[in-house]
């Protein structure tokens, strides 16, 4: 059997995020402060050369099978595409993560490259909300972006709402109503403290009883048998799509984790919560061979905890942010 990056709770992990940039053209308030973070400098960067070689020892020696791009907000990234392509080559399940401003520009090029699915982030159909949301007056452009990715073929096309007692959670049927007319599935996602600015509290949370409440009064749902992905999904009983939860905080999902992640700047992290890195940016370019890099990926995984402490005495807040870290 080929190697796997297995942790020492026996979990597999097949799933790498990669964070292309740590930059960004909106500041949304639950995720980066309006101005002070500092980018990290271009050279830190890694090259598409140097993620694309890390991918494909991930895929072709541990079995990864997804790969999804991530930031920062990752079209801001030049020449997207042309990474995409190299990516592609490995034939994974390769998907992107992007606040959606970019799609009506880059879409059909990012498909033809070969870009198999999108989620696009968007916490407000309100223009106002969204602004203060985002600190961009955008809504149009990422509905339009939408509209793109789908008319692009990308297959399925979803929506990322991050949910937020006061700010944003009275939406919760708008949305079920928007997805089911546009035909993109909405996942509505608990609020974690991985926000710069340092706003979160649990009692901003809404937790996925009520969202799934707020969702069946909107339209009847019935459960979708659970994968190890992080939503928890349900079909509306009326056949128009499904909708998915992701409770991030309340009911964990830890203990079926199969993801990793690299940073824009080359630091392999065993959970989206991690407060240590393996710096695999020092390794690439201190001509370590495959089977070195190996050794230090194989060894990140097998530390890996059981799960993250929110809300508990021990809980650690990571050092970057979400925009950081990739979400
Ligand atoms: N810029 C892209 C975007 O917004 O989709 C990709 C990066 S963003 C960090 C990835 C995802 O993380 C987005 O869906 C975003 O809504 C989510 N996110 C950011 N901060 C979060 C937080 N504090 N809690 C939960 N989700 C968060
Ligand atoms: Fe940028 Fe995405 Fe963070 Fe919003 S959530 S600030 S779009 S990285």
């Known amino acids: 059997m080929a190697a796997q990056l297995v942790d020492s709770f026996g979990r597999v992990?097949?799933?790498?995020r990669i964070s292309v940039t740590d930059?960004?053209?909106?500041?949304?308030t639950y995720c980066m402060p309006a101005e002070g973070l500092e980018w990290v400098p271009r050279d830190d960067l890694l090259t598409f050369e140097e993620i694309a070689r890390l991918a494909r020892i991930m895929v072709e020696r541990y079995g990864v099978n997804g790969i999804r791009l991530t930031g920062g907000e990752p079209t801001v990234r030049a020449n997207l595409p042309v990474l995409v392509k190299m990516l592609a080559e490995l034939d994974t399940d390769l998907a992107m993560t992007t606040?959606?401003?970019s799609l009506p520009l880059l879409a059909g090029d990012l498909r033809a490259a070969g870009l198999r699915r999108v989620n696009v982030s968007l916490d407000s159909l309100q223009a106002s909300r969204f602004a203060e949301l985002t600190r961009r007056d955008s809504l149009d452009r990422v509905l339009d972006g939408i509209d793109a990715a789908i008319a692009a073929g990308f297959d399925p096309v979803k929506v990322n709402c991050v949910v937020m007692r006061g700010l944003n959670d009275d939406e919760i049927a708008d949305f079920v109503d928007f997805g089911r007319r546009k035909g993109v599935e909405v996942r509505f996602?608990?609020?974690m403290p991985l926000d710069a600015d340092g706003i979160w509290t649990n009692d901003l949370v809404v937790g996925v009883d009520e969202i799934l409440a707020r969702v069946t009064d909107a339209c009847p749902v019935e459960p979708v048998e659970r994968t190890s992905a992080p939503a928890t999904r349900?079909?509306?009983?009326?056949?128009?799509?499904s909708v998915g939860i992701v409770a991030s905080v309340s009911d964990s999902f830890c203990s079926t984790c199969d993801r990793v992640r690299l940073t824009a700047d080359g630091q392999f992290r065993n959970?989206?919560?991690a407060?240590?890195?393996t710096d695999v940016r020092a390794l690439l370019r201190s001509g370590a061979s495959d089977d070195e890099i190996g050794v230090a990926l194989e060894g990140s995984v097998a530390s890996k905890w059981a799960g993250h402490q929110i809300n508990r005495v021990n809980f650690i807040k990571p050092r970057r942010s979400m925009s950081q870290i990739g979400g």
């Open 13 to 16: 992990h097949r799933d790498l």
């Open 23 to 28: 930059r960004c053209n909106f500041r949304c």
């Open 99 to 101: 606040n959606g401003v």
């Open 189 to 191: 996602i608990e609020f």
């Open 234 to 241: 349900y079909r509306f009983a009326d056949g128009s799509g």
């Open 271 to 273: 959970c989206l919560f």
């Open 275 to 277: 407060v240590t890195e």
